[in-house]
Nanobody, 116 residues
Framework: QVQLVESGGGSVQAGGSLRISCAAS????????MSWYRQAPGKERELVAS???????NYADSVKGRFTISRDLVKNTVYLQMNSVKPEDTGVYYC??????????WGQGTQVTVSS
């Protein structure tokens, strides 16, 4: 079992920066990849960024060059650094983990609001 707890969400003005965190506990060694998803009001949840166990990163086109996903293996924490944020980045950001046994875990989400 893996437990994920997000933190760091809040309100920020357009053009600003924000970093959100996802702390993992439990069977962290079993995690193959971790990702950030977001869901805006009235829209489907979408993948924002992911990082594999080997360190490979992937980003949605809408955030490339602005967002950076990183991890701290000692703290079992994944971060999403968001720079040059836009109002369309507003939403609930969810942490997701995929285990090597193809089990999937979600955090409870953290709200990010970007004002223009």
């Amino acid at each position: 079992q893996v437990q994920l707890v997000e933190s760091g969400g809040g309100s920020v003005q357009a053009g600003g920066s924000l970093r959100i965190s996802c702390a993992a506990s439990g069977s962290f060694f079993s995690i193959n990849a971790m990702s950030w998803y977001r869901q805006a009001p009235g829209k489907e949840r979408e993948l924002v960024a992911s990082i594999t166990k080997g360190g490979s990163r992937n980003y949605a086109d809408s955030v490339k060059g602005r967002f950076t996903i990183s991890r701290d293996l000692v703290k079992n924490t994944v971060y999403l650094q968001m720079n040059s944020v836009k109002p369309e980045d507003t939403g609930v950001y969810y942490c997701h983990a995929a285990s090597i046994t193809e089990r999937y875990y979600w955090g409870q989400g953290t709200q990010v609001t970007v004002s223009s």
